[in-house]
Nanobody, 123 residues
Framework: QVRLVESGGGLVQAGGSLRLSCAAS????????MGWFRQAPGKEREFVAA????????VYADSLKGRFTISRDSAKNTVYLQMNSLKPEDAAVYYC????????????????WGQGTQVTVSS
């Protein structure tokens, strides 16, 4: 069992940066791949980024490459999402998720989800 708690969301001006954190409980955190997803009002949930268990392999949504960076610190049981050059269209609730096996862009493959953290970007 893995419990996930996101933090770090808030209000930021366009062009600014935020770093989201996802703290995980459970001794098996190190064996899980982790992902970030987001959902804006009236839109479907979309994939943002994912990282494998070791942190050595990452994948991003094509539209976010170069602006967002996913990383993990297994000693702290935490995964991060660094978001730079934020745009109003990045505003959404951001969720982290955990899955066994390799990293994936497919939300249906994830077993555990956090409650989400709101990101608002003002223009």
């Amino acid at each position: 069992q893995v419990r996930l708690v996101e933090s770090g969301g808030g209000l930021v001006q366009a062009g600014g940066s935020l770093r989201l954190s996802c703290a995980a409980s459970g001794r098996t955190f190190r064996s899980y791949a982790m992902g970030w997803f987001r959902q804006a009002p009236g839109k479907e949930r979309e994939f943002v980024a994912a990282i494998n268990w070791s942190g050595g392999s990452t994948v991003y949504a094509d539209s976010l490459k170069g602006r967002f960076t996913i990383s993990r610190d297994s000693a702290k049981n935490t995964v991060y999402l660094q978001m730079n050059s934020l745009k109003p269209e990045d505003a959404a609730v951001y969720y982290c998720a955990a899955k066994s096996g390799g990293r994936s862009w497919d939300a249906n493959e994830y077993d555990y989800w956090g409650q989400g953290t709101q990101v608002t970007v003002s223009s």
